[in-house]
């Protein structure tokens, strides 16, 4: 059993910086890719930075790439999310997700994940 909890969320100006921790437990957590996802209202969930404990490259999606940036502490079992250059366009729910991948590619893919935390709400205002 793995669980996820989600922390940091806020409300910022556009242009400003903001970082989400997710923070993980279950005796097997290393195992796992660990994913960010967001999901504004009234749209899907969206795929944002995905990574490997220990693992390859992180993957991002395109809409974040060069702003925000996906790493892990492995001493505290938590995965960050640094998100800089905010716009108003990134407001939404975000939540992190934890499943077992074989290729990193099915990493953005939110239905290949087993377990999500509750999410945090960040709000980019213009």
């Known amino acids: 059993q793995v669980q996820l909890v989600e922390s940091g969320g806020a409300l910022v100006q556009t242009g400003g910086s903001v970082r989400l921790s997710c923070a993980t437990s279950g005796s097997t957590i290393s195992i796992y890719g660990i994913g960010w996802f967001r999901q504004a209202p009234g749209k899907e969930r969206e795929f944002v930075a995905a990574i490997r404990w220990g693992g390859p490259t992180p993957l991002y999606a395109d809409s974040v790439k060069g702003r925000f940036t996906i790493s892990t502490d492995n001493a505290e079992n938590t995965v960050y999310l640094q998100m800089n250059s905010l716009n108003p366009e990134d407001t939404a729910v975000y939540y992190c997700?934890?499943?077992?991948?074989?290729?990193?590619?099915?990493?953005?893919?939110?239905?290949?994940?087993?377990?999500w935390g509750q999410g945090t709400q960040v709000t980019v205002s213009s």
């Open positions: 997700a934890a499943g077992r991948f074989i290729s990193s590619q099915r990493m953005v893919d939110a239905g290949k994940y087993d377990y």
